[in-house]
T-cell receptor
Framework: GAGVSQSPSNKVTEKGKDVELRCDPI?????LYWYRQSLGQGLEFLIY????????KSGLPSDRFSAERTGGSVSTLTIQRTQQEDSAVYLC?????????????FGQGTRLTVV | QKEVEQDPGPLSVPEGAIVSLNCTYS??????FMWYRQYSRKGPELLMY????GNKEDGRFTAQVDKSSKYISLFIRDSQPSDSATYLC???????????FGRGTSLIVHP
């Protein structure tokens, strides 16, 4: 595809359930980021993948959150035992390579609502 | 203190006005400065990307960086209702490849 694709676009789940959010980065992009955006808040960094290197997980808020990236392409963010405070828009971005001077392209996001 | 501070607004201006959006940051190691625009229920899109101090112009948009004051600005000339969106500043550098974002400023341009 031409851009970063995220699915589903909207997800409503019950408190305590697990959810999986998917990100398809731009083809050939080696760097992938997950961010969370709560209402009226900026983008909160969650996790960063670069090629085959170990991911930077320093932004994950708790051990209920995990992410993986298979084959250096598609990434899945998993939230276990969801809580109401997990309600937010989860944004994925990719960059063509690792570097301070690269730009990140964002997907449309997955709007997660925990009821 | 957050690494990047940005007034959330909202900022409401009449069509045709010059808009000034600003961010301050705390880490002097930051070297790359970006402005993203985010329409409601959409992902952020990159507007401007600058390196180090100085000005960069692209059409009606001018990005300005003052590293001595740790202050960055985005100016929009002849603002249009279609400019109504949230504008996020993002900064990276100092060995980190992960952009740090401000909270975003909500801009409303009314006809």
């Amino acid at each position: 595809g031409a851009g970063v694709s995220q699915s589903p676009s909207n997800k409503v789940t019950e408190k305590g359930k697990d959810v999986e959010l998917r990100c398809d980065p731009i083809s050939g992009h080696t760097a992938l980021y997950w961010y969370r955006q709560s209402l009226g808040q900026g983008l909160e960094f969650l996790i960063y993948f670069q090629g085959n290197s170990a991911p930077d997980k320093s932004g994950l808020p708790s051990d209920r959150f995990s992410a993986e990236r298979t084959g250096g392409s598609v990434s899945t963010l998993t939230i276990q035992r969801t809580q109401q405070e997990d309600s937010a828009v989860y944004l994925c971005a990719s960059s063509s390579r690792q570097g301070e001077d690269t730009e990140a392209f964002f997907g449309q996001g997955t709007r997660l609502t925990v009821v | 203190q957050k690494e990047v501070e940005q007034d959330p607004g909202p900022l409401s201006v009449p069509e045709g006005a010059i808009v000034s959006l600003n961010c301050t940051y705390s880490n002097s190691a930051f070297q790359y400065f970006m402005w993203y625009r985010q329409y409601s229920r959409k992902g952020p899109e990159l507007l401007m990307y600058t390196y180090s101090s100085g000005n960069k112009e692209d059409g009606r948009f001018t990005a300005q960086v003052d590293k001595s004051s740790k202050y960055i600005s985005l100016f929009i000339r002849d603002s249009q209702p279609s400019d109504s969106a949230t504008y996020l500043c993002a900064i990276k550098g100092g060995g980190s490849y992960i952009p740090t974002f401000g909270r975003g400023t909500s801009l409303i341009v009314h006809p």
